[in-house]
């Protein structure tokens, strides 16, 4: 079997855009991968980790799991297939949305992901960047689905959704398959002035799969972001969701939940950074740790000086299900500005117990009134959407949390 | 036919006793009233009788036929017969009530149309059923939303603690219209808590009791109402305990 770093190298000098793509692949080789004694990875099982097993993705795989891709087709007013990050199916036409693949950043561009390796790598083996615009002032009905199957390899799928000025979209990101994969994404967002995106990254990966994700999106004046982030499957599972408010009166509502049991980790960071004045933020994160899981929630709100009248405000909430389940929690705030209102809350424990009573006193045994409870999380998410979407993902969540048993 | 019956409950809340000696007896379809005032331990009675965590039997027993209930988990005692609809229903984010319902063991088929039904009969706008429980609910929905479940749940016996609360008299009609309906419809034992004798225009009690200092002071008829209208809880004086 040839090493990954090797296979990288020889892909990455085939392409026609090389010079870029090695460009990254030596910021990352200079770089090298994080280690657990890096505070912000310390808590991924890196020690676990071995690069050089994966198989590089090359050409999209024939077989794939499909299930959730070809249920959301049905209720979408686009499908865009990503196998491994190839395009299976661009999808089908959509009044006032282009859809095209462009090669990955270069140069300054990257500058952006300096410190990130595992960005960096993306940018120096990604098959491509799948470009969604939604032009100026378009309302489109339907959501936009991209649906990225991974096999049993390491693949490195890239999203930019551009959302101009006065339009108005759903954009849903699906994740699953990839058995003993690496998935290793970025997706970046840019939402133009009193624009609007709903966008949901639901990822329910085999939970022997590493999901490496990075998101950034940049608002302009009045624009606005609903994003959800639902993370069900993978061994580890990293999803750092970064919002810039460049504009005024931008607005990011961020909601991240995920479900962990067996060894599961899910390692949620956040950035909230607002540099216009009149901007805000909500972010609520709500997830649950069962068995040895564990989950770790670190959240950044930064207010640039200048961004008076700036609202921001974080909850998370941590459910343990078990002894052994863990979760930390580390809120963080970085404040240049008087003008502004912050806040934030954390807590992490059992399950409500009145909220349990209550629903144990209307007849539903404990356990199911736990597993409603749980599964609520995920609907309190799934509820902005289209009922049809809400429904399909709803009857997903209930299959992932089947098997749900609680302890107490 | 089913018999509820209280016997000497005696029940703790945070360190105090304020259910103290507690005797109720109750038969299938008929309607029981408790008035008295307030901190006379009426909730408490309702919320130890369904099991709420935050409340404690230390004596007294509560049966149904024969059946002890404070043995039993807060579902088996819906299950085996006792619904309580609470005076401040709470708030369960991401949770729907047909789910409950399901989950509660209600027969699935035609549900929704029944939730339906039964919101409309009761004047409740039965997309608000819909939302998760109790969210974005005013008060008077929330006591309604109550209704809506126990007519789905059909129990032996259901305990209304302060239903009248927050209804406006249309609505209040149309709950205690409901309420009397139930002990034909499936010989329901009502027993309901309340401040207020209008809810009992709509409603004829087969008994009030009044409540001081945790247990029944004074049992009588529908005339008791009036009584206790006029001349308020003071004449019923107190339990010989506190005497």
């Known amino acids: 079997m040839v090493p990954f770093s090797e296979s990288v190298r020889d892909y990455v000098r085939a392409q026609p855009d090389a010079a870029g793509r090695l460009a990254a692949l030596e910021r990352f080789g200079a770089l090298g991968l994080p280690t657990a004694s890096e505070e912000v990875w310390r808590y991924a099982p890196l020690d676990a980790f071995d690069l050089e097993r994966y198989v590089l993705a090359t050409a999209a795989p024939t077989t794939l799991a499909t299930s959730l891709a070809d249920a959301l087709a049905s209720v979408a007013a686009t499908t865009i297939r990503l196998g491994d990050g190839f395009v299976l199916d661009g999808g089908r036409p959509v009044p006032g949305v282009d859809v095209s693949w462009l090669p990955a950043p270069v140069g300054p561009d990257l500058d952006f992901y300096a410190s990130d390796a595992f960005s960096l790598l993306n940018a120096a083996v990604t098959p491509g960047v799948t470009t969604i615009t939604v032009r100026s002032g378009v309302e489109v009905l339907g959501p936009l689905v991209i649906a990225c199957a991974a096999g049993a390899t390491a693949s490195f799928p890239r999203v930019h ?9 759903v954009v849903i990101e699906a994740y699953e398959g990839g058995h003993e994969s690496l998935v290793d994404m970025v997706g970046e967002y840019d939402i133009g002035a009193g624009a609007a995106l709903t966008l949901v990254a639901y990822q329910r990966l085999d939970h022997s799969a590493w999901h490496i994700a990075r998101t950034t999106a940049r608002l302009d004046r009045d624009a606005r972001l609903n994003h959800a982030v639902v993370g069900l499957g993978a061994r580890y599972d990293r999803s750092r969701n970064d919002a810039v408010m460049l504009g005024s009166g931008a607005e990011n509502v961020l909601r991240t939940t995920f479900f962990g049991s067996g060894d599961q980790v899910h390692d949620f960071r956040t950035r909230q950074y607002h540099v216009a004045a009149r901007t805000r933020s909500t972010l609520l994160s709500k997830g649950a740790v069962a068995d040895e899981a564990r989950s770790v929630y670190t959240g950044l709100i930064e207010i640039e000086h200048g961004a008076r009248r700036t609202d921001a405000r974080q909850t998370n909430h941590n459910l343990l299900l078990s002894p052994q389940a863990h979760a930390d929690s580390v809120p963080n705030l970085e404040i240049r500005e008087n003008d502004v ?10 399950l409500d117990e009145i909220q349990r009573w209550y629903l144990e006193s209307r007849g539903v ?13 995920f609907l309190e998410m799934l509820d902005a959407l289209p009922p049809a979407v809400a429904e399909l993902l709803t009857r997903d969540v209930d299959a992932a949390l089947g098997a749900l048993e609680v302890a107490g | ?7 000497g409950l005696r029940v703790a809340v945070g ?3 304020v259910v103290r000696g507690l005797d109720l007896t109750m038969r299938s379809g008929e309607v029981h009233v408790i008035m008295g005032p307030n901190g006379s331990g009426k909730s408490t009675l309702a919320h130890a009788l369904a099991g709420h965590p935050g409340y404690h039997v230390t004596g007294g027993t509560a049966e149904i036929d024969g059946v002890s209930l404070l043995d039993l988990s807060p579902t088996d005692r819906v299950r085996r017969g006792l619904f309580l609809a609470l005076q401040q229903p709470i708030e369960v984010p991401g949770v729907r009530l047909a789910d409950v319902l399901r989950a509660a063991g209600v027969e699935p088929r035609g549900l929704d149309a029944r939730i339906r039904a039964e919101a409309e009969r009761i004047g409740l706008r039965p997309d608000l059923l819909g939302r998760f429980m109790n969210v974005d609910l005013s008060g008077g929905e929330r006591k309604r939303a109550e209704v809506v479940q126990f007519a789905l749940l059909r129990p032996a016996f259901a305990l209304f603690d302060e239903v009248d609360s927050g209804l406006d008299v249309d609505a ?13 419809e ?7 808590i309340t401040h207020f004798a209008r809810l009992l225009h709509d409603l004829t009690p087969t008994a009030i009791h009044v409540v001081r200092g945790g247990q029944v002071v004074t049992t009588g008829g529908p005339e008791l109402a009036a009584v206790l209208e006029r001349e308020g809880y003071e004449p ?3 339990p010989a305990s506190d005497a």
């Open chain 1, 161 to 169: 959704v551009v959302v101009e000025p006065g339009a108005r979209a």
């Open chain 1, 365 to 377: 045994p404990r356990r199911e009134a736990q597993r409603l409870m749980i599964r609520g999380f």
């Open chain 1, 341 to 350: 209102v912050c806040a934030h809350a954390s807590s992490v424990g059992p």
């Open chain 2, 15 to 17: 360190g105090r006793e």
């Open chain 2, 186 to 192: 499936w010989g329901c034992g009502v027993l309901v």
């Open chain 2, 1 to 7: 036919m089913s018999v509820l019956t209280i016997q």
């Open chain 2, 236 to 238: 019923f004086g107190v």
């Open chain 2, 172 to 184: 209040l009609g149309a709950v205690a219209r409901r309420l009397a309906a139930s002990s034909q």
